[in-house]
């Protein structure tokens, strides 16, 4: 009945370890405070060391409690035990001879800084082994990372070849990811929850101190798995709902693994994996949308200049010379105007136009704009006599005309455009005639219709 004490008494080390930090700590500064005048606060100093050193025992007892009962091994734990030994000796002993008045103030200064080395050491072990060993390290750039040794133990989300899947191994290439990502923190050589390894193959087959975690070709009777799909208030759902919790398609992965025999060298296409459970995991290459070039960056005091003629002018992201240049703040911007943005022209990649006072006439200028991604005609008096000049612009994706007289024969002159994917051209003439679907590019005019629902009768 009483069988809780002890475990309970364990959990107390992350709490009472702070209560040594603060007492010798404490004890440090006021002897290197006083100097030589410490005689006179020797009282509060000897007493600051004595809790020190209490409360150093107390932590160094419920540390070793929580080592015997939370299945951390004896490497992780070693030093960090050993050096808390140290330091409630030393605290012990700086009150002893501060009460007997044994030491001279340069011993105690000596013997103060040693023990504030020590302490500092010993708390950045328990650290590590409470938080990893990359805690600290983790939140700094991936160069800085690497040059101070770290960024390595980070699990990377799973990830799986599209064109040569099948041939993935299906324990190392896709069911040790997952459990390195989810499970691996706390079941590891090092912190052996449960007993449990689940590092390796052989871990996860040895199972822990339950028994196996592995019951032939039955996922629900495997815990590997069956813990996976409790609810995650469950007292057995794993892993702890406080901790990353696994994605469906990676359980599902689990489960598919464990009814195709849990072997470690099967591959994916030996065990008659359908491609839709795997798809979720493919490498996705992901294309820049705007275009990826060589181009200086407009200098600040010409982006600031077009600022100061009207335009709104931005950079798309961080780092990049690509500019966002829009009008929304100058609608009599007109052809006459196109002159300002010459100094832009080759990093404008979005250029909104909506509401100016433009003409055809200058779509031949926007046609020399190399980088444009996105064009945004709204509201002008567009007709698109001469859309046919923006074949020229090589990058160009999406093209708005909503709101303006271009009809739909004049969008043929866009047909086999190389990029462009989208034309917006509602309330415009185009939206009313003509088969949209024999274009290259996909045509949103606007003209939708929902399905009536029955909802849609009921009179409230």
Not at 337 to 345: E, F, G, P, Y
Request: some cysteine; hydrophobic content about 40%.
């Amino acid at each position: 009945m009483i069988d809780f004490i002890l475990p309970l008494f364990g959990r107390f080390h992350p709490i009472l370890v702070h209560l040594p930090i603060g007492f010798l700590v404490f004890g440090v500064i006021l002897i290197f405070w006083f100097g030589k005048k410490y005689n006179a606060y020797a009282p509060v100093i000897q007493l600051a060391f004595l809790f020190g050193g209490i409360s150093a025992l107390a932590a160094s007892i419920s540390g070793f409690l929580q080592y015997q009962n939370e299945g951390y091994s004896w490497d992780t734990v070693k030093f960090h035990l050993i050096l808390g030994i140290l330091t409630t000796l030393l605290s012990f002993g700086l009150w002893y001879h501060m009460k007997k008045a044994a030491a001279t103030p340069r011993q105690l200064k000596i013997k103060g800084a040693s023990l504030l080395m020590i302490l500092t050491i010993t708390g950045h072990l328990g650290g590590n082994i409470t938080h990893g060993d990359d805690y600290f390290t983790e939140v700094l750039p991936p160069e800085l990372q690497s040059l101070l040794g770290g960024g390595n133990s980070i699990a990377k989300p799973l990830e799986l070849p599209a064109d040569n899947w099948e041939e993935v191994e299906f324990y190392t290439g896709a069911i040790q990811p997952i459990l390195d990502q989810n499970c691996k923190s706390c079941h590891n050589p090092k912190k052996l929850k449960g007993e449990l390894d689940l590092s390796s193959f052989k871990g996860v087959h040895k199972g822990g101190e339950d028994g196996a975690i592995l019951e032939g070709e039955n996922p629900e009777k495997s815990s590997l798995y069956s813990r996976l799909v409790l609810p995650e208030d469950h007292d057995d759902h794993m892993p702890p709902k406080d901790k990353r919790q696994p994605r469906k398609e990676e359980i599902e992965l689990i489960k598919a693994w464990i009814e195709s025999g849990s072997s470690e060298k099967t591959k994916l296409g030996e065990a008659a994996i359908h491609v839709s459970l795997v798809e979720p995991f493919f490498k996705k290459n992901e294309k820049p949308f705007y275009p990826v070039v060589d181009v200086p960056a407009l200098p600040q005091d010409s982006i600031s200049k077009l600022r100061e003629e009207g335009f709104f002018a931005e950079i798309v992201r961080k780092d990049s010379p690509l500019l966002k240049i829009s009008c929304i703040n100058f609608p009599a911007f007109s052809d006459s105007d196109w002159h300002i943005l010459q100094s832009a022209k080759d990093q404008i990649v979005y250029l909104d136009l909506t509401g100016t006072a433009i003409t055809d006439s200058l779509l031949e200028q926007i046609a020399m704009l190399p980088n444009l991604t996105v064009l945004k005609l709204n509201q002008t008096a567009i007709e698109g006599s001469d859309l046919g000049k923006l074949t020229e612009n090589k990058n160009l994706k999406l093209l708005y005309l909503n709101d303006t007289k271009v009809s739909f024969d004049k969008l043929g002159a866009l047909d086999g455009h190389p990029t462009l994917e989208k034309i917006f051209a509602f309330n415009t003439a185009a939206a009313d005639s003509g088969n949209s679907s024999q274009f290259s590019f996909h045509l949103e005019t606007g003209n939708l219709s929902l399905p009536p629902l029955v909802t849609d009768t009921i009179v409230y």
